[in-house]
T-cell receptor, first 118, second 112 residues
Framework: AQKVTQAQTEISVVEKEDVTLDCVYE???????LFWYKQPPSGELVFLIR??????QNEISGRYSWNFQKSTSSFNFTITASQVVDSAVYFC???????????????FGSGTRLSIRP | NAGVTQTPKFQVLKTGQSMTLQCAQD?????MYWYRQDPGMGLRLIYY???????DKGEVPNGYNVSRLNKREFSLRLESAAPSQTSVYFC???????????FGNGTRLTVT
């Protein structure tokens, strides 16, 4: 069975601090994909990043970085020098890959609400 | 450039009433999904579909039915609404394989 755990329900930091959002997943599949989505106060869901199970390289995009570790089944997200605009709910998601002719079952964690105080 | 369109945006139902939430995408995606979002529980998968005429149950399918009418449209029906179905419902679509989800703007449903 698939499961995604985001143990941090809410995080509040002062602007310019670094913050890490944790994501731990469970799956028996060897091929799977991990995602992060952002939901700002306006409510829409925005895709941030995708990582497949065979690629453990860390990724950096501006102030955002992601650390994927299969050994600990974790896919953590770090925001460096946080800004007020980073305030949002962040979701981690897990997708198994049933093949190109089938739909992937995509499961989300419960989300982490991040508040950046000026 | 519509992407994924959900209707209605808001709906209030009385217990026992029925309604259908509509979803359409114009990105030629094969896969479509329905999620519900409740405070503290994240997004929970209700049903999903790989193609026209095929649907699969997700994590919380009880109380819902779906219909994949064609490649563009995927509707969610509540036959007899209950207060526990008060939630924000999101429809999403994706291309093949590992493509990310594209979400609609959501439908806020209240059942009294």
């Amino acid at each position: 069975a698939q499961k995604v755990t985001q143990a941090q329900t809410e995080i509040s930091v002062v602007e310019k601090e670094d913050v890490t959002l944790d994501c731990v997943y469970e799956t028996r599949d060897t091929t799977y994909y991990l995602f992060w989505y952002k939901q700002p106060p306006s409510g829409e869901l925005v895709f941030l990043i995708r990582r497949n199970s065979f690629d453990e390289q860390n990724e950096i995009s501006g102030r955002y970085s992601w650390n994927f570790q299969k050994s600990t089944s974790s896919f953590n997200f770090t925001i460096t020098a946080s800004q007020v605009v980073d305030s949002a709910v962040y979701f981690c998601a897990l997708s198994t890959f049933p093949g190109y002719s089938s739909a992937s079952k995509i499961i989300f964690g419960s989300g982490t609400r991040l508040s950046i105080r000026p | 450039n519509a992407g994924v369109t959900q209707t209605p945006k808001f709906q209030v139902l009385k217990t026992g009433q029925s309604m259908t939430l509509q979803c359409a995408q114009d990105m030629n995606h094969n896969s479509m999904y329905w999620y519900r979002q409740d405070p503290g529980m994240g997004l929970r998968l209700i049903y999903y579909s790989a193609s026209e005429g095929t649907t699969d149950k997700g994590e919380v399918p009880n109380g819902y039915n779906v219909s994949r009418l064609n490649k563009r449209e995927f509707s969610l029906r509540l036959e007899s609404a209950a207060p526990s179905q008060t939630s924000v419902y999101f429809c999403a679509s994706s291309g093949q394989g590992d493509s990310p989800l594209h979400f609609g703007n959501g439908t806020r449903l209240t059942v009294t």
